[in-house]
């Protein structure tokens, strides 16, 4: 996604404490920044940092006020949602500001298309971590954002151009690319990317990552066991729940 400045734009940011925040402005970029600074708004100002997690673009203010004002009185759940609709997130989102990430951190922009969280992922937790030593990995920003991109984003064109947002929505699903991942994980790290799929379907995101969060909780320390190698990048905890 680019961001300009010549329309306006309602806009979603996720603060601190993994609330969400949302509001208008003809400039993003400038918005967040001021977020970020302290000078954006009374709430953000004591939540930040804050980190952009969804935009639409409108024609003109009263278009984009309408939108804010609705989406205003949703709850936080059907928020979520929103922001999982979003293909493609304009930059990292969420990255805590030099402290570690916590399974409170799990937020919708970070399901990638799959039905793999990638906040559990050992790449993004190396990104998170800026890990040396034994977690030295190749890092990534989640699958989307416009970094390293892994198996489907790859090789789906449909997830790549951003037209299908999960698996699930798509027609085909589960097809071969799926079916294969999902098998791999199933029998080495003990995560069903379909069932998550299909459970996100049946009871909305907020509920799997809350599923999610009891179960990668660090014992320790309350950090992120990491799905693929069984460590908290917190703590070096180890937990093993491989089936
Ligand atoms: S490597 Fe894949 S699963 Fe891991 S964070 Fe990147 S996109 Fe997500
Ligand atoms: S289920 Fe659809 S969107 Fe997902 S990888 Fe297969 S063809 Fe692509
Ligand atoms: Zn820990």
Known sequence: MTITNV?????????????????????????????????????????KPVALVYSERHGNFSEAKKR???????????????VLSQSEIPRISHIPDGRDIGVDDFSAELMAPCGMNCALCSHYLALIKQAGGTHR?????G??????????????ERVRRGKTRLCSQC???????VVHIDER?????????????????????????????????CPRCGGVICIHNGKCYTCDEVKSWRG
Request: proline share 3%; hydrophobic share 25%.
């Open 7 to 47: 329309e306006w734009f309602f806009y979603i940011v996720r603060c601190k404490d993994n609330s969400l925040y949302s509001g208008i402005t003809n400039n993003l970029e400038e918005r967040v920044k001021k977020h970020n600074d302290g000078t954006g708004a009374k709430y953000t100002s004591s939540h």
């Open 68 to 82: 804010e004002q609705e989406v205003k009185r949703w709850p936080k759940s059907k928020k979520e949602e929103l």
């Open 137 to 141: 990995m190749v890092e990534c920003p």
């Open 143 to 156: 699958c989307r954002s416009s970094g390293r991109q892994c198996a489907i984003k790859r090789s789906c």
């Open 171 to 177: 027609a085909k699903f589960p097809c071969s690319r």
């Open 185 to 217: 994980y199933r029998k080495h790290y003990n995560y069903s990317m379909i069932d998550t799929l299909k459970a996100i379907q049946q009871s909305g995101v907020e509920a799997v990552l809350a599923v999610q969060r009891e179960r990668h909780r």
